[in-house]
């Protein structure tokens, strides 16, 4: 079983940037890739990013591409979404997931077992 909690998410103006923070507890912190997804009111998930555990390796959703940036800090077992040049659409409940590590498409919601409760970000125009 693994936990996860968010934190970092509120009200910024367009234009700026905030750090979501996704802190696990559980099973090996280390074995499970990690993902971001949001939701908007009336939207489906969709993916935001993801970070592999075995080479650090990132993938982006195209519309937060050179905006958003994910990374780990496996001393802490917290993996981190750093946002900038935030924009209205990019306000929605984001929510870090975890999946067994190289298994799956770290694109598809699917594939992940374990998720947080989400944290609101809301961009304001």
């Keep these: 079983q ?3 909690v968010e934190s970092g998410g509120g009200l910024v103006q367009t ?15 280390s074995t499970y890739d990690m993902g971001w ?6 939207k489906e998930r ?14 982006y959703a195209d519309s937060v591409k050179g905006r958003f940036a994910s990374s780990r800090d496996n001393t802490k077992n917290t993996v981190y979404l750093q ?3 935030l ?3 990019d306000t929605a409940v984001y929510y870090c997931a975890a999946k067994r590590m190289n298994i799956g498409n770290p694109r598809r919601p699917n594939e992940y077992e374990y998720w947080g409760q989400g944290t609101q970000v809301t961009v304001s125009s």
């Design 15 to 29: 234009g700026g940037s905030l750090r979501l923070s996704c802190a696990t507890s559980g099973r090996a912190f």
């Design 83 to 85: 946002m900038n040049s």
């Design 2 to 4: 693994v936990q996860l």
């Design 46 to 59: 969709e993916f935001v990013a993801a970070i592999t555990m075995s080479s650090g390796t990132t993938y």
């Design 37 to 42: 997804f949001r939701q908007a009111p009336g």
């Design 87 to 89: 924009m209205p659409e």
